[in-house]
């Protein structure tokens, strides 16, 4: 993009005096970020506002991703290295004596996503902007993210994420194009002008979806497209009357009611209210997308919506919203007069679904009471699609009741989420090879065998701008200065590096990482007054916190390091330093007993000066994208422990990988294709196969005790959790030690088979501290990660889904004024 220095300082100056009323040498830190943002923002406007003019002029297919979470990190240093200005803009706040570094660190990290879903859902916006493909996000913009996670006592402490507690000079309020989202009401109906029946609802609840836009800026291009984010409110939420009347509270309740429905990503729902509120937010947003996309259309197209699908291609980031499906069925018919086939059509060739989970009961499933209660309209469109749906299946399978039970859109109570969204969908994907393999043969057989040709594999990656370009500064220098620029947008590039292993390239290559490994080392003596040995082995578990990537695992073999340190004072580990960052859902009480027992048992071992020269264990606050751009360039071993078949996908891993790290991981997810890229050699692999557990679970023949009698040191550990060694109770963490022997809440011992696989993974642990010990060796195992990670670009996902799936096409050429438009005139000129 085109940049002016001048220009710049001028709209720096302007917008402190505008805002604040105030000159540089007033300004505070945040002043500055909230100036410095809004002058990048300037330069970028005039891409973005070319980009959208660019799509309305010739109308051409968009992509619109659908997502609850979208887990931006900050927007700061991502859009000036994207926009590439960064050296520009840093050289300009040097020269008026404003140090960059400062201002960065005042921008607020939004939590709105939890983990992969929600950074999956950001690399791919990235991504679709960078190859100049027109793609847009849809999602819900949460007053206060996930939360703001504290450690107190050893236990997560949940705080609000206010991270709005300034206005976010990256958004533009679109007031203009707010829309009005029903709950609740009863349905009436009345008739169309040729006599059809028509629905609508009366007495709902009406809350106002106010849109927030956020340019998302290719790198190397002027493509800028479009996060929009929506917020609720209440048309009518503040009672003048019941004020004047001194009944304070409920003269604000609607507004309360409305608001709670952008307040807080994945509110607890262990209850009916918590359901409902969930349930509100995805229609909410849904509703409020849709309503959208079809204002725009018609305005260009009329109400011939037979074009519809040949200009929008909606995908389904997981079951969050799939509600969309009826929604669009219940805005062609109610509000436009389409008639049921024709509507169904145009649903049916619009929307693909991406699923994330192989577990059960993460495929979401809504209690009727709650969904009719709810959308009643809804409820009773997605009826007709089951009675339409179980003709079909009766037809195709007259006598297999069974089968008929098992996929029924609503069915024991419920209505099946997943189960809408494969039925109505044209393309269900899969995250990972292993992952859409087990999808067909296990938890959608059945969906598998009557639509094959919907299901297909597309597995995830990663931004290497953000992840490797922004995040990992002196590596990218080592990689530009071997193979030269490129590696930003064809990440298989990389593979150049493999024949760079010279005792001097490993040298720096060392030298880097123990540099970024100073780095957080720093950052966790300041942050958290943690002082760690950056000399030490980093072995890094960062994700979310569930039972089945198996943090339990990892804190029973730090216990188990631990006690045949204390048993043997010639036992002398590697020195390590094990690095936890992790959220539990708030609801989730298992997963916070794991967080509890990884603080206490570090608060034991690091105050232990037997052993706290050789061990070290940190679990890092409020785990979120910018400490991950901290420690994933720092990290010496990547923990990647799941239960082999759990793990969709994995997208730390690929983020690890690219920086250097080596895999201690199961054959899981996207584990299995790292090893087939990087060579099994170059990485620590453990634990039974996927194939092996089902053989298990066929067989019900297995039994942890057998596991326990033959490790007494196992045994150990796990008995420690309930013998007063860290907890004089007894109870604290009680639930864990049943959950591993004994079996809790109607489930047998030891579901993650924890104990099945803690040999295979100690000795692994073991292999890895060896080669460490081998500096070198180290080093060119680090290098053929780096160099063999090229798949997991998010680049080359994105180009899948186009390929296969959505059938976009590129914008026809770039925006006027982009960095690559001067490109390709400087070539020209030279030329002449």
Not at 617 to 644: C, G, H, L, M, W
Not at 697 to 708: G, K, M, T
């Amino acid at each position: 993009m085109k940049f002016d220095a001048d220009r710049f300082k001028e709209n720096l100056s302007a917008r402190l005096k505008r805002q604040y009323g105030k000159d540089i040498s007033q300004a505070s830190k945040h002043d500055l970020f909230d100036a410095v943002s809004a002058s990048v923002l300037e330069i970028i406007m005039e891409n973005w506002m070319a980009t959208r003019h660019e799509y309305e002029k010739k109308p051409v297919k968009q992509l619109y991703y659908l997502s609850a979470e979208f887990l931006m990190g900050r927007a700061l240093s991502n859009n000036l290295i994207n926009a590439e200005i960064s050296s520009q803009v840093k050289e300009v706040l040097k020269g008026m004596n404003i140090d960059y570094d400062m201002i960065e660190d005042q921008e607020p990290d939004a939590g709105l996503g939890n983990g992969g879903l929600g950074r999956l859902a950001a690399c791919f916006l990235d991504s679709l902007a960078t190859l100049d493909y027109p793609g847009h996000g849809y999602g819900i913009r949460y007053r206060y993210g996930m939360f703001e996670q504290k450690i107190e006592n050893g236990y997560q402490v949940e705080y609000p994420d206010n991270w709005l507690a300034h206005r976010d000079p990256w958004e533009i309020k679109r007031s203009d194009l707010s829309v009005t989202v029903k709950f609740g009401g009863n349905i009436a109906y009345g008739k169309t002008p040729d006599g059809r029946d028509r629905y609508y609802i009366e007495n709902a609840e009406e809350v106002t979806a106010t849109p927030y836009d956020m340019p998302i800026v290719g790198f190397g291009t002027g493509t800028v497209n479009t996060l929009r984010l929506w917020q609720a409110s209440s048309p009518n939420g503040f009672d003048l009357q019941l004020f004047n009347n001194m009944e304070y509270n409920r003269a604000v309740e609607r507004q309360n009611s409305a608001e709670n429905i952008s307040a807080v990503l994945y509110p607890n729902d262990s209850g009916p209210s918590g359901k409902a509120l969930r349930l509100k937010q995805q229609y909410f947003f849904s509703s409020a997308s849709l309503q959208d996309l079809v204002r725009h259309y018609v305005a260009d197209h009329g109400t011939d919506f037979s074009k519809f699908a040949d200009l929008h291609v909606i995908q389904l980031n997981d079951t969050h919203p799939v509600v969309a499906i009826p929604e669009l069925m219940r805005i062609l018919m109610d509000e436009y007069n389409v008639g049921w086939d024709d509507a169904w059509n145009v649903v049916t060739h619009t929307f693909a679904y991406t699923n994330h989970t192989i577990l059960a009961e993460a495929l979401e499933k809504w209690p009727i009471e709650i969904f009719q209660g709810l959308l009643p309209r809804i409820y009773q469109i997605v009826e007709e699609i089951n009675r339409r749906f179980m003709i079909q299946l009766r037809e195709k399978y007259p006598n297999d009741y069974a089968k008929h039970g098992r996929m029924s859109i609503i069915n024991d109570g419920k209505v099946y989420m997943a189960w809408l969204a494969i039925h109505a969908g044209f393309s269900v994907n899969g995250v990972a090879e292993l992952h859409t393999r087990l999808l067909k043969e296990q938890e959608l057989h059945d969906w598998y065998e009557l639509y094959p040709e919907k299901f297909n594999n597309k597995t995830n990656g990663i931004t290497q701008r953000r992840w490797l370009l922004s995040a990992n500064e002196e590596l990218s220098e080592f990689i530009t200065k071997r193979i030269g620029h490129g590696w930003e947008k064809d990440l298989t590039k990389l593979k150049g590096l493999e024949k760079f292993t010279s005792d001097k390239d490993l040298n720096e290559l060392i030298a880097i990482k123990e540099h970024n490994k100073r780095r957080l080392a720093d950052y966790l003596k300041h942050a958290q007054n943690e002082i760690i040995d950056a000399d030490s082995i980093f072995d890094v578990q960062v994700k979310r916190l569930h039972e089945y990537k198996r943090q339990l695992m990892n804190i029973l073999h730090i216990m188990y390091v631990y006690n045949k340190m204390l048993e043997d004072p010639n036992y002398k580990p590697a020195k390590k330093t094990y690095i936890f960052g992790a959220k539990s859902a708030s609801g989730y009480r298992r997963a916070k007993s794991i967080i509890k027992l990884i603080n206490t048992v570090a608060e034991r071992i690091n105050n232990d000066r037997r052993v706290n020269d050789r061990l070290h264990v940190v679990f890092v606050e409020n785990y979120r994208v910018s400490v991950a751009e901290k420690i994933f360039p720092a990290a010496d071993v990547s923990e990647q422990i799941s239960t082999a078949g759990l793990e969709a996908s994995g997208t730390s891993n690929m983020k690890f990988m690219v920086n250097g790290a080596l895999t201690m991981g199961t054959m899981d997810g996207a584990n299995i294709e790292i090893v087939e890229e990087a060579g099994k050699e170059n990485a620590f692999i453990f634990g039974l196969l996927t194939d092996e557990i089902l053989k298990i679970e066929r067989d019900h023949s297995y039994n942890p005790q057998e596991y326990l009698e033959r490790n007494p040191g196992l045994a150990k550990v796990v008995e420690q959790l309930v013998d007063g060694t860290y907890d004089p109770t007894h109870q604290l963490f009680k639930e864990l030690h049943d959950s591993l022997v004994y079996g809790v809440e109607g489930n047998r011992a030891d579901v993650y088979y924890v104990l099945a696989d803690f040999d295979s993974y100690c000795k692994a642990q073991d292999e890895m501290e060896k080669l460490y010990a081998d500096k070198k060796a180290w080093a060119k195992a680090c290098l053929m990660n780096i160099a063999n990670a090229g798949k997991f670009s998010s680049d080359r996902t994105i180009e899948d889904y186009v390929r296969d799936i959505w059938h976009l096409k590129k914008l026809p050429r770039p925006v006027e004024g982009s960095a690559l438009t001067e490109k390709k005139s400087a070539k020209k000129t030279a030329k002449k």
